[in-house]
């Protein structure tokens, strides 16, 4: 169940990203936001999160980072009996067809491209939400 | 097993340009609510991007074929950042920075994905940012440079793109 009481996890390495972010977000309501500056930093906050009380209800994640990419990242993540289904939504400008399959078929929710507005971030995730909680 | 790419080298030509214009706009468009306006681009030899800040990414198919370098006059840049960060800059600062490195990673995955749509096999890569006021970024590169200035809001900032195919 994602809603905006769910704690979400901004994994990019890129400040003026993960304020675009954050901002888009914080307009939908959500409060409870972290941010991972790469994708090492990522994968030990998510794996942390996922055995405390409060896992991360949703996941944005780059591609192209420092440490480990986000694709390494998002397989990180299937791999965890705990964290298989958290909603992992890769953000990044890797537009070409093949990542989007790739990243799909590594279990990513959803895909967004670079260059987003904060608007078509939030409809994004509006559709997302809702096609999860169904 | 070695294998060989049959991806096309890559050529300097008005498609190329049309291609790296149209990468800019929709950056600057979609990030800033802004169009950037540009003169006619040209094909030099030794042209120095002039800027106080610059991102240079590399542009990789089986071998390195070309340098991608946006250059920014600190005036422009900060302008630009402004729109996102809701602030005035007066230094270049790590915002700043990280700025011209996301927009130039944002403008070579559009360009990369429209060459590669095209049959070219450019890889993803991470972008440098080159910092001092007034820098020239020599090209060492053996071919030619396509080179379009641009205007944003009046403020100017150029994209090169340098090849080693003469």
Redesign the interface.
Known sequence: MLSIASKVLIAEDFEMTRLMLRNCLVKLGYTKIEEALDGGQAAAMIEKAASSPEPYGLILCDWNMPKLTGIDVLKTCRMNPKTIRTPFVMVTAESERKYVVQALSAGATDYIVKPFTEASIGKKLEKIAARLNR | MQTHSNAPRLVVDDQLAKIAIQSVR??ME??FTLTPTNTPWSLQKNFQSHGDISGIISMVQEKMEATLIVSFEAKTIFQL?KK??KRDFTTID??IQ??V??LT??I???I??KL??RGHEFK?A?PNVVIGQGHSIINLHEGQQLVVPFSADGNPFYVEVATNQS
């Open positions: 929709k950056a979609t990030l950042m996102v960060y790590s915002s990280q700025g490195g996301e990673n944002i070579y995955s559009s990369k994905q590669n749509d993803m991470i």
